[in-house]
């Protein structure tokens, strides 16, 4: 999608990276892995979260786990495994999953009559449970979460995308009433949105799926796309509606004020670690990683930049900067590395994508000024110390605010009303989102993806932030009258 | 092993726990269901930790994971499941492991050729992945470690002390000798005894197995043995020395700063979710719980004692108060329930063991004072309410000195040393821990255990704090002389 030019070629060259312009798809791969987020692993479509990758996670985790507590909500752990009979109780829910399961059938030298499946994910566990723990419309609602790894075969693995283990949280609610319930599912998707939008820098269409994209079980599935920078979309979290479908196969019922018997209105909502890849692959570049400065691992890196006889005393000086930006509440790690160039190190710091590199060389402490630089510009500035510690946070917050104003641009662009198929054909082609209008026949979805590989992605909500105007029309391929009073987003996706 | 006068007993039945005098594995069991701790689940040897036990292991999990990063570990996230063959290729480890594996054999619907295991522990996946990653060094030490479960297949269950999967972390790290390993393996030992003591008011006593109780495949293991209030020994964090075993079955080597070719020299270690049982046993009372109050979820709770007329009024006092608490760092929770008794709330938040409870009636309100009653007295006090929030912190402090001093007294008064086996016997089945002479065989050990179910706990080092004076003897029971140059602990177990 980018256009680069025959001097970053060869820079990247020079790092032995392929650019995003070359091959996406490369690049990505060797991004994660010269990155040290993460690496294969021997167990087929699994892979290992290296220390920056996990480092990455530990902070999405945070933000994330201090925002359900603040909203009421409560973690719980359940078992890993999931008796085989319960995922055949919810019967979407079984054919949705069934093609995908782990199946433990011997522990120790037993075999087992009744086999486990390792979770696929967690609500026919949490309703049983929750039929035991539920009695009185005064127990409700249940706010609970759990964060863990779930179980879904992939043929096909990328890091972070497709893996066979992935992690995530997936929170569970259990309401008296509809209402309430649609009323959680709602606010865990604006919680997805603003994290995604102010934490990751990371613009996202709210909306709901179409029936045939919803999750197994599900009686409405909303979710937050992304747009990556070769067009496809990513779908970065889900919030279910999940009605009483869970609630009566699980006997998940209680008494209401009234002294009535009444089944549970269920919800689930998740954001697993596929975010990872939104970041890589909306924000990277032909240079790297760029890591959006709120969630990053290292926000600002100091190199001390000395020859053999006076390293050492600028790598403590290096050290006493970073503890003035550490004061400041800024992450900041000193490349002390001896034996490696400093341009090996400021490559390797680029690709790595942190928001902001520090050269601090003797000169430069005798004037009392650091060397400034972003990873998102190409420019070097000298400021005074004080001036650059003192400004960091702003600094960050620019880094910031450009990321989301470049991804947001590029989503715009990139997304077109189309309302003929010939056009809407060319337009998937070209990499692009194309807002239509669709029928809600299945059949039709599917001759579209058949087609042209591209899916609906989802219908944006009325205060979507994005694409969200009221219209009419016919559907784009079959011309019967559009199901859903405004356009939908089709596009191709990971 | 507390003695309970009539009152108690009387108390105990009110709340519905068998007082632990009465039955401590009933008491155990009941506690652990009725402070919301944990639930059995539909999976064998499973438990489900609930928002009590699940916010209690947060704790354990942030302290820790602060320490770890601090002296320079980095997490990473390794894949639940291992090739079988891995398991396969250390010869200790396969078969301390083979009769307790979960095994995977099918995905969607292939039956595979070589199954998995569900991770009994990770050294061999670790193994292998580093073997990728060293080759010079340079590269050494690696510092690593994870969050997450295992899998052990148990055959009685209960609740935090033996289920299938358990919750822990595990660390990992690899060296370029062994000195710079043994280091390693007594730093984490030492940060297990100062967790333990200073932030869980658990005394340990740290040590080294015997041979028959290492880790299979460890060249040393060491632990921290505390003691439960029935007098049994629970091992409540182990720290191992591998040598190169797992480096030579896996293949990790590097080269020296001589240019030769060598085997990393490796470390593992954990504390597990048990040490939640030891934190049950070791604090708690007939009247339940009593939690360390470094680490509680709730370190005090506030009671608002209205009638019907003034009940939101003093909830809303009662909050005003929460936040005074908060603003000193404590974590504080209002018990905001209706239409149940003080009573009953005073009974519950016993149960489980928050360390400070304040009463807050309108008559206090007019007077500018609180009650405040600690978990460890029967004793209320009556204090001016800036009192009483400003000397909440040294309160707390006080309660952990106070469980800390109670559980060294009670494990010192139930260790003795013991030279005949008759005494020995007669000891152990007192409910007490022996300090005896050992000759070291493995056969002498098991005759021992099969004589009266205690086994030895640990070594005691020299600076263990407890039970290390050097002295020579005659083994308790086959006279052979002592292999250790000081006495060993013998006891019964979790």
Redesign the interface.
Known sequence: MTQTGGKQDKKAQQYGVTPQSVDFNDWYNEVVKKADLA?N????G??????Y???L??NIQRWLDDRFKATGH??????????MG?IMKEADHVEGF????????????EELAEP?V?RPTSET?IG??WS??LNSY?DLPFL?YQW??V?R?ELRTKAFLRT??F?WHEGHTAHADEPEARAEVRQMLDIYHEFCRDVLALPVVRGEKTASERFAGAVSTFSIEGMMRDGKALQSGTSHYLGQNFSRAFDVKFQTREQKEEFAHTTSWAISSRIIGAIIMTHGDDFGLIMPPRIAPVQVVVIPVGRKDNFDEMVQEGEKLAAELRAQGVRVKVDKRD?VTNGFKYNDWELKGVPVRIELGPRDLEQGVVVVKNRNSTEKETLPRAEAVGGMTARLDGIHDWLLSRATEFMREHTVPVDDYATFQAKIEEGNWVLAHHCADAACEKAIKDDTKATTRNVPLDDAEFFSEASQGACVRCGKPSAYGKRVIFGRQY
């Open positions: 690496d692993s021997p167990v087929a699994a892979m290992v979260m290296k220390p990758g996990s480092a996670w530990e409560e973690s719980l752990v359940f078992p890993t495994l999931i008796p319960f069934a093609p995908e399961l782990f199946t433990v059938n011997k522990i120790g030298t486990y390792m566990i049983h449970m035991g723990w005064r609970h863990g790894s179980f075969a066979s283990e992690y034996g």
